[in-house]
Every structure is written in C-alpha cells, then in structure tokens.
C-alpha cells in the first residue's frame, strides 16, 4: 500500500499540469486504488492521499459539477477524518484539509445553499482569520442566505394579503380579515425595510 500512494504521487506531481482535465483524467486513471483504500500506515502517506483528493475537488468544481463535487468531499471527508483520528494525525488538518471544505462551500453557494456555504465559511475564517478570500465568501454567503429569508418572508406576507383579498367573503370574522392584512402589510414594510439594510450593508463591505 505505501509503495502505491508513494508512486501514484510521485507521478502525479512529476507529470502535473494545473487544468482540470488533467486532474480528473489522473484521478480516474487511479480509481481502482483510491477509491479501495481501507486505510494508511503513516501520516505522509495520508498527507499525499489528501493533497490528490483535493485538487480532484477543485478539478470537478471547475468543471461546475457541484453536486458531484460535494458528493466527492462529504465521501472523501468521512474516511480522511478517521484516519487522522486513527493516526493522531492532527497535524494533518492544515491548509489542503481545510480546501476541501472551501470546495464544498463555493459549490454549496452555488447551488443556492446558502444556509451550509455559511456554516463553512465561518469554520474556515475561525482556522485562518487573515485570508481575505474565505471573508469574502462568508460575506456573500450570508449576504445570499439572508436575502433567501428575506424572499421568504415576502412571500408569506403576500400569500396572507391576497388571501383576506381573494378569500374576504368566505372569511366572516373581520377581525380575521383586518388581522391577516395588518400582519401581511406590516411585514412586507418591515422585511424591505431590513432588504435595504442587508443591501447597503452588502456594498459597505464589498468596498472596503
């Protein structure tokens, strides 16, 4: 096993080209092997497997294969954190551990899952909090999830104003009525309100 890792690495950084083509054609070329690892019997070894995982990653995101890519990671992720914990191999959770992660939430933002990409990216700034890239993600990812509860919101405020239209006859409690459009009324002006907020908040950040 280690004499496999060791060569299938070595031929990939001896042959590396950065393009995604040629990452995904390597990968593939090696998925019988990489894709049958039970386990490793050191860390450099595991070192290497993560390093040739994670630019595959990337070669696939770069591809706009997200669902593919995340898919990838959260399989990858599973089996790389066990055996560090397997190998007290907390070292090993540096800068490539942690770009896998930084894959999976760009594919995540993309896809319009604002809600995981946010979750990530504050994970990536709490382990480097001088790189302005995982802050800018972060910035546009709660920017993103805080405008889809925004657009939420909206639309059950005005499900709730053409209800008490549509429906008022059929709605014999006018206290009902007015309440429903009070509500609807009330949270439309307060939601654009905080839609104006996010926004400027947005481009206040976004220039500096």
């Known amino acids: 096993m280690t004499n496999n890792i060791q060569n299938i690495y070595s031929d990939f950084r001896t042959n590396y080209q950065n393009n995604p083509d040629f990452l995904i054609d ?18 450099q070894n595991l070192k290497f497997y993560i390093e ?11 591809k706009d294969h997200y669902n593919l890519a995340i898919d990838l990671i959260d399989e990858k992720q599973f089996f790389i954190d066990n055996e560090i914990k397997r190998l007290n191999a907390a070292e090993l959770k540096d800068s490539w551990y942690y770009s896998l992660q930084f894959v999976k939430g760009m594919a995540s933002y993309y896809l319009k899952d604002y ?9 990536l700034v709490q382990f480097d ?13 709660q920017y993103g999830l805080n405008l889809w509860i925004v657009r939420t919101i909206n639309i059950v405020c005005g499900i709730l104003i053409l209800t008490e239209i549509i429906f008022e006859s059929r709605i014999k409690n006018f206290y009902v009525r007015i309440s429903m459009l009070a509500i609807g009324l009330l949270g439309l002006l307060s939601n654009w309100t ?12 976004n220039s500096k």
Request: aromatic share 20%.
């Open 26 to 43: 390597f990968y593939k070329s090696n998925s019988i092997y990489l894709n049958n690892i039970k386990g490793f019997i050191d860390k």
């Open 52 to 62: 040739i995982i994670c630019k595959y990653a990337e070669a696939i995101y770069q």
């Open 115 to 123: 809600k995981t990409a946010t979750s990530i990216f504050k994970t």
């Open 129 to 141: 909090n001088q790189n302005d890239l995982y802050k800018i993600w972060l910035n546009n990812s």
């Open 194 to 205: 905080y839609e104006y907020y996010i926004k400027q908040s947005f481009r206040k950040k």
